[in-house]
């Protein structure tokens, strides 16, 4: 299955089924530090060679989301998904939307695509949407709810759903979700058409990569949606990736904040058939900023205690697993700091501050 940047809980039902993945990202999008406006862009020459060299029956369909989670939150733009579209057209193969961030996507498109600067939220994205056969969304992003969502306009992709429906869902009316939830996920799905509301997310985090960019602390450039993300190969270069950066500098930075931040590298990737570790292309730590959840004060917060963190970052040390699930580990699975550096590290941090914060 082609894709822009693999997903963890799509590559694992794609492997749970027996299929592969290929990542068709374009040369720049792994420069973590750039100006590349839409690095989730799809390389077309790329999908191309791929079908070619699998042929149309082994592809079921190319899946672009929106926006590349693990690769910070990085859009593509609709002249890409336009191309991707004409793509599929000439073989004949679905293309399948993941939604999940498709309204701040929309945002930076209209930002930086000059082609949709006079266009409102709505026609943008009702063109996305309107380039797929089957979107689908995680509500929890999309519209600030609970559950998701499988939309299309294909009365065939439609009924050959319809019989799975009950079978992993509920009744095809509610879909297991209830009418409450549902009218909520509706306000949030128009809150995708008010720039002034979907503008937020991607305001804050711009902000707080500019102000961590210029503070030296190594971040992903250019600001992208779903959250602020920091290149914790960087910031943590003294440890190896086997001992998992990422997942290290959020341990670190919740020891001295209390805040929670997410890994994104080689703990959210799996092993091979020889168990070793697949290293992730990028370490990352993501502080996700969802709208109308935070203050711009608590942004803050983070930025200063993310600076001391940059200056004590060689007390911060690595991870091991205690526990691992054979399946998607980083959701329920253990570690264990692989020395007594989160005590060193506190006690630095009482050192400096006391018991005043
Ligand atoms: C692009 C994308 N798709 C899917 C998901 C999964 O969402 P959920 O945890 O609601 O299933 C995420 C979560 O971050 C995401 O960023």
Same mark, same amino acid.
């Not at 750039?34 to 690095?39: L, N």
């Given at each position: 299955m082609p894709t822009n940047y693999h997903f963890t809980t799509t590559l694992a039902h794609v492997m749970e089924r027996g299929g592969v993945i290929e990542e068709l990202y /374009? $040369?720049?999008? #792994?420069? #973590? /530090?750039? $100006?590349?406006?839409?690095?989730?862009?799809?390389d077309i020459d790329k999908l191309e060679a791929c079908i070619q060299r699998h042929g149309v029956d082994k592809i079921p369909f190319v899946r672009m989301e929106a926006s590349t989670n693990l690769i910070g939150g990085q859009p593509f733009s609709i002249r890409n998904l336009m191309d991707v579209r004409a793509v599929c057209d000439k073989y004949g193969i679905m293309l399948v939307l993941d939604a999940s961030l498709l309204g701040e996507n929309a945002f930076l498109v209209k930002q930086r695509e000059d082609a949709w600067k006079e266009n409102t939220m709505g026609d943008i994205l009702r063109t996305m949407t309107g380039l797929a056969d089957l979107v689908y969304f995680s509500a929890r992003k999309l519209s600030s709810s609970r559950g998701g969502g499988i939309c299309t306009n294909r009365r065939d992709i439609y009924t050959k759903m319809e019989a799975l429906i009950p079978l992993f869902e509920g009744f095809l009316t509610y879909g297991g979700i209830s009418v409450r939830e549902i009218e909520a996920m509706a306000v949030g799905l128009y809150e995708t058409l008010d720039e002034t509301m979907i503008s937020q997310s991607p305001t804050f985090i711009k902000y707080m990569v500019e102000q961590l960019d210029a503070a030296g602390i190594p971040v992903i450039t250019p600001p992208g949606v779903l959250g602020c993300h920091i290149d914790a190969g960087k910031f943590c270069e003294h440890i190896p990736q086997a001992e998992y950066p990422a997942g290290a500098l959020a341990a670190a930075l919740y020891l001295i904040s209390g805040v929670r931040a997410m890994e994104r590298g080689t703990i959210s990737s799996i092993r091979d058939e020889e168990g070793n570790d697949v290293l992730a292309d990028a370490e990352l730590l993501r502080l996700a900023v969802p709208r109308r959840v935070f203050t711009l004060s608590q942004v803050n917060y983070v930025i200063d205690r993310l600076q001391w963190l940059w200056d004590n970052r060689e007390l911060i040390g690595g991870l091991k697993f205690t526990y691992e699930p054979p399946v998607l580990r980083f959701f329920m699975g253990g570690l264990a700091p692989t020395s007594d550096w989160p005590d060193r590290l506190v006690s630095k941090f009482r050192k400096d501050f006391g018991d005043s914060l």
């Open positions: /374009h $040369d720049r999008a #792994l420069v #973590l /530090h750039s $100006d590349h406006p839409f690095k989730g862009n799809m």
